[in-house]
């Protein structure tokens, strides 16, 4: 038989199990708290919701999620385009496909299942991968990456800019594929690309008040923008106007029609695959074709269209910098405002100044709101104290300048670098949060061991006892395990 384990030493293994976990995970709820409570709240959630998703995934590739692309990738110049051709296989579980680029987006919200990238350079080299989206958990599946390289020589004219693959987005398991430009979003996201890198993409949105915006395309062209309020339903004109960064000559403006539609009635259900149920706006600036196949506008008498090209400039402009570019971890964030424009009648008004701290998921993660007098050539500083929870990455601060009349915004990249604590060479560093987090994962994976352990640690004890209670002479003779010798009788 086995030799049997003492109850005393049992004990003793799991008091110290317990004394160590339960040590470890005050250790890690200790410095988080002292780091940042809100990194503590931000970490557990994080770590949750990773469990979750992965739950999830687990149930939903039975369900038939997105396939992987396998896409095809030709590159080509004829006639002085230089191009690049990508293409992959159709797949009834992808709604729309996002490419990427040297791994930054290039266009997002395909419907077709192919895509020519004209905004390429001759003798470089390029990396593709075709991300499918779908309703169904995970909801993506991304390709495995395509290089090509372009010609070394390719005699070409600089073609004139312009904007394409402009989409708005829609709510997950809610897309039209009749009505491409319906949402039933109250504040949808634009998005779509443009022949010049880091382009200045610039906004007017005709509401209840005049929005303005303006944002950066990155290397690819690809560029992505929210309105800073909800809109109402109904028909809408959007003006995006692209600038050339690197020459100010190339310029281009197109006027994108989507409608907003957030309540839905049975009577309605039925007629949102029509195009015709979305009625253009009554006012639309530049009534250009439509290449897109978009709801045609209405006409716009002379005068409308006069006035609303005198709103295409909004009555306060401003420049946005940032004097640190990237910031780390924690730190201030020095941003400056120079007030270039004003319109007379907004001259030394108050106007509200709200600054959004934007991530690379468009989720907002930390805003400040001040009121301040505005008047021409003025210059605002202002330091943002960046909480020690905001992780990590790239992100985009968003300024907002409004009133009861108008809302203008405009947006900056920037990066936030973590502070490092240890650094060992060879790029391998450990920053404070990281070594915060993989503590706090090793603490709940000792708990967790813990729980298992005491649990095989007291099935063992009941056997122990159930079998001090059951073994006996008698019983082990009964299965066999021993055997009663009887005496012999002398002769």
């Known amino acids: 038989m086995k030799k049997k384990i003492p109850k005393r030493n049992i004990k003793k293994a799991a008091r110290l199990h317990a004394a160590l976990s339960l ?151 809610k897309y ?73 000559t190339r310029t281009t403006s197109k006027n994108f029609y989507f409608a907003i539609k957030t309540t839905t009635t049975n009577n309605d259900e039925s007629d949102q695959s029509s195009n015709s149920k979305i009625k253009p706006p009554k006012v639309v600036a530049n009534s250009s074709p439509h290449e897109t196949g978009q709801p045609k506008p209405s006409q716009v008498q002379p005068s409308q269209q006069n006035q609303l090209e ?68 003025e210059g605002i500083e202002k330091t943002l104290s960046l909480p020690n929870h905001v992780s990590a990455g790239f992100y985009k601060l968003v300024v907002e300048v409004f009133n009861n009349d108008f809302n203008i915004s405009k947006s900056l990249n920037f990066e936030i670098k973590s502070i490092p604590i240890i650094i060992l060479g060879g790029g391998f560093v450990l920053t404070y949060p990281e070594i915060l987090s993989n503590l706090g994962n090793i603490s709940l994976l000792f708990l967790a061991l813990l729980f298992i352990w005491l649990f095989f640690f007291s099935r063992e004890y009941w056997l122990y006892l159930h079998a001090l209670r059951n073994i006996t002479e008698k019983n082990l003779s009964k299965v066999g395990m021993i055997v009663m010798k009887k005496k012999s009788k002398r002769a």
């Open 176 to 248: 039209d594929a009749n009505n491409p430009f319906l949402t039933t979003l109250s504040r949808p996201a634009f998005s779509g690309t443009v022949n010049a890198p880091n382009a200045i993409i610039r906004f007017m949105l005709p509401s209840s008040v005049l929005i303005y915006g303006q944002t950066t395309a990155n290397v690819n062209g690809y560029w992505t923008w929210t309105p800073s309020l909800d809109l109402s339903d109904g028909s809408y004109s959007l003006l995006i106007t692209a600038l050339d960064s690197a020459d100010s």
């Open 310 to 377: 005198s709103q295409t400039q909004p009555p306060v402009d401003f420049s946005l910098s940032i004097k640190t570019n990237p910031v780390l971890q924690g730190k201030d964030l020095e941003t400056f405002l120079k007030i270039e424009k004003v319109e007379q009648k907004y001259n030394n008004s108050v106007a509200n100044l709200k600054y959004i701290l934007v991530d690379k998921n468009g989720k907002a993660v930390f805003s400040v709101l001040d009121k301040k007098n505005i008047y021409n050539n």
């Open 23 to 173: 040590a470890l995970f005050s250790l890690y709820i200790m410095l988080s708290a002292i780091y940042s409570p809100e990194f503590l709240i931000s970490d557990i959630k994080n770590k949750f919701s990773a469990l979750a998703d992965s739950a999830i995934t687990i149930t939903a590739k039975v369900l038939g999620p997105p396939v992987q692309p396998i896409v095809l990738a030709t590159s080509s110049c004829e006639n002085g385009l230089l191009s690049i051709s990508l293409a992959w296989q159709t797949d009834e579980n992808s709604e729309s496909y996002n490419i990427s680029r040297n791994n930054l987006l290039l266009a997002t919200g395909l419907l077709n299942s192919q895509y020519l990238d004209t905004n390429v350079q001759s003798n470089a080299t390029y990396s593709y991968t075709v991300t499918a989206l779908g309703t169904m958990s995970p909801g993506m599946a991304t390709s495995e990456p395509v290089i090509i390289d372009t010609p070394k020589e390719c005699v070409r004219s600089v073609s004139p800019i312009e904007l394409s693959n402009i989409s708005v987005s829609k709510e997950p398991g």
